[in-house]
Structures are given as C-alpha cells and as structure tokens.
C-alpha cells in the first residue's frame, strides 16, 4: 500500500443544527449543534479512514476554531500534520428549517493567510513527501493565499516524485491543472472552466478530456456527471461508469468520498478502471447518508460489487 497525503490549505470547522422554521427578524430558537471537521482534503481523510484505510491530513489551523477542528480529527484517529495560523480558522453553518424541511449553508471565506504561513505548508509538504506517495490538494484557497498555490503544490509533488490528485475549481483549478498533475477529478462544470468552454455535452466531453491530456502533463481525468456516474478518460481508454439507482437523501460530501475511494485504490497498487468504479461507488454511497456524512463502508462494498456485476454483463 502506497502512502496518501491530503493538503488542506482552506478547513472549516462544519456547525449544523436545526430550527422549526426559518423567518425573517425572530429570535430563532436553534437546536444543540452538532461539531464537524470540514474542508476538501480533511474529508478525503475521514472518508479514507471510513473504508478502513490510512492517510496523514496535512492542513492548515488557528485560533480556538483551529482547536477544535484538531480535536475533531483526533477523535476519529485521523493522523495530522498541522500548520499553525495566528488568524482563527473559519467556521462555517448550516441549519435545517423542520417545518419546510430546507436546508440552508452558510460558507465562511476563510482567515488571513500570512504569507510565511501558506509557504510553511510547501515546506512541510516537501519535508513529509516521498517517492511514489498519492497526494491530494483538494478544496478553495483561503482568500490571500496566490492563486497559483495548487500550481506550487504540483512542483513540490513533481520534485519528490509523488503523484497529484488536484480537485479544486475556477482560477486555482485552471492554474495548478496545467502545472502538470496525476490525476483530475472535475465534475461538469469545473471541466468546462478547465476547457474554457461554456458548456459541455457527451459529444464533446471525450474529445475536450482527451484534449487536454495530451496537452498538460495529466496521467487520467475522471469527470464526475452526478447521477449519471463519471466519466474516466486516458490517453488509451474512456470508460463510462454509470451510478447505480439508490435512495437519495443527500449529496453533500459526494464528490470528497469519490476522490477517496479512487486514491485509495490507487494506494492498492489498482487500475484506473478499478478505481473510478470504486470511486463512483463511494460517491453514490455518500448520497445515501443524511447531512454532511461522508459514504459507508458496507453501502460502498455493496455498490462495487453491482458495478462489477453490470460491467461483466455487458
Ligand atoms: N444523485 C446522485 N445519485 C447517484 N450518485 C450520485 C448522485 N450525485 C452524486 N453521485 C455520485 O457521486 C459522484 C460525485 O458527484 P458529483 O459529480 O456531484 O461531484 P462534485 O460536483 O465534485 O460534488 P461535490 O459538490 O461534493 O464536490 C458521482 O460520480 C456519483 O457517483
Ligand atoms: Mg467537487
């Protein structure tokens, strides 16, 4: 098993509770919150822990947030490597309305970066990384952190040899995609910024995917469609996954369980074909999971296995 290293330059700490009914101007009387770690390498971390595998969380913290926020990793034993910040990392909220059964989020920008702080967080990622490790950049910059960080990241990883899965979007994405990475997990709309196109359909997402590898240094893309699965795309194959029909219930921390499961079969030593049908797997496993909670184990085991099935069906 390779080692995987995730790199959050943005956490939250994620506070849900729940109100009869959202109104304008009233007092409104929340219920207990409920305390999560947040951000989009933290989660591939918990995420990874949850399918009973291992990964060092390398992110940065500050302030009684950021406490917390490590006292929250530490309970789900998630190894980490922290980088302190004098700003307080941000907290974000989401609250359910019962009475309309609506769920509203609230996303917070993030702290001051200092710019020896986003540049410790290189140092530490160069000092922790080593030959053939899976690295996963994952989530928004902080808002004073240099768009091209993530194109910084993908130069630390190329100097220790170790293999970059970027899932980022916009600018950040842009800039550090072309820096040359690993691997590439854009759903539709963050592969049509990518592509500088203003839409993408099933006629042209192969050719534009294609494209772009043979352009870019990028070993395989893997565009997440939602419900209809993810496309994976290499310069010698394209394989589409379809996601299997479940009870829906929610779809946060989908596209964070997906790139999980996909890192983690790469750990294993497994094909890209492998991963992206575990990867669509636990994708489909955290929509079957209330709230923020990322997939199940036994849900994602079971989903496998029903892909595997139909491709050997086909
Ligand atoms: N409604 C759904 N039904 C079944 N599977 C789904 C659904 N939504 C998402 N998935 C699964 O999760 C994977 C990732 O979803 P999606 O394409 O929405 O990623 P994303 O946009 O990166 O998500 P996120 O907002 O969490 O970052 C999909 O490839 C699919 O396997
Ligand atoms: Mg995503």
């Known amino acids: 098993m390779k080692r995987i290293l995730t790199l ?46 291992s990964s060092i969380a390398l992110y940065l913290s500050g302030g009684p947030t950021g406490e917390h926020l490590n006292e ?8 980490k490597k922290i980088v302190k910040i004098l700003d307080w990392t941000r907290e974000n909220l989401a609250v359910t309305d019962t009475v309309n ?8 920008p993030g702290p001051h970066v200092e710019e020896n702080e986003w540049k410790q967080i ?50 950040a994405l842009k800039i550090g995609a072309r820096a040359g990475v690993f691997l590439l997990k854009p759903n539709l709309g963050e592969l049509s910024s990518l592509c500088g ?7 042209n997402l192969e ?23 993810a496309m994976l795309v290499t310069p010698n194959m394209v394989e589409h996954i379809p996601a ?3 009870h829906h219930v929610s779809s946060i921390g989908a596209g964070d369980s997906m790139v999980a499961g996909m ?22 496993a955290a929509t079957m999971t209330p709230g923020t909670q990322l997939c199940k184990k036994d849900d994602v085991e079971h989903l496998y296995q029903w892909l595997i099935r139909q491709k050997a069906n086909i």
Not at 152 to 167: E, F, G, N, S
């Open 72 to 79: 929250l990793l530490d309970q789900e034993g998630i190894e």
């Open 122 to 171: 290189l140092e530490e990622l160069s000092l922790l990384l080593r030959e053939d490790d899976y690295v996963v950049a994952s989530g928004s910059l902080a808002p004073n952190v240099p768009i091209d960080f993530y194109a910084q990241v993908a130069k630390v990883a190329q100097l220790k040899k170790a293999r970059l899965i970027l899932d980022t979007s916009g600018e």
């Open 197 to 203: 196109v203003s839409s993408i359909t099933t006629r």
């Open 207 to 229: 050719s534009l995917a294609l494209k772009f590898l043979k352009e870019h240094q990028c070993s395989a893309m893997v565009v997440s469609m939602g419900s209809k699965g």
């Open 263 to 284: 890192v983690f079969r790469l750990a294993a030593g497994q094909s890209f074909s492998e991963m992206a049908n575990f990867g669509v797997a636990c994708g489909t």
């Open 244 to 246: 299997p029909t479940v």
């Open 101 to 108: 059964e609506q769920q509203f989020r609230f996303g917070m």
């Open 8 to 53: 959050t330059i943005n956490p939250a700490l994620d506070k849900s509770t729940s109100v009869a009914g959202v109104v304008p101007f009233k007092k409104l009387r929340c219920n207990i919150p409920i305390y999560e770690p947040g951000g989009g390498g933290i989660n591939v971390s918990r995420a990874i822990k949850k399918l009973g595998g």
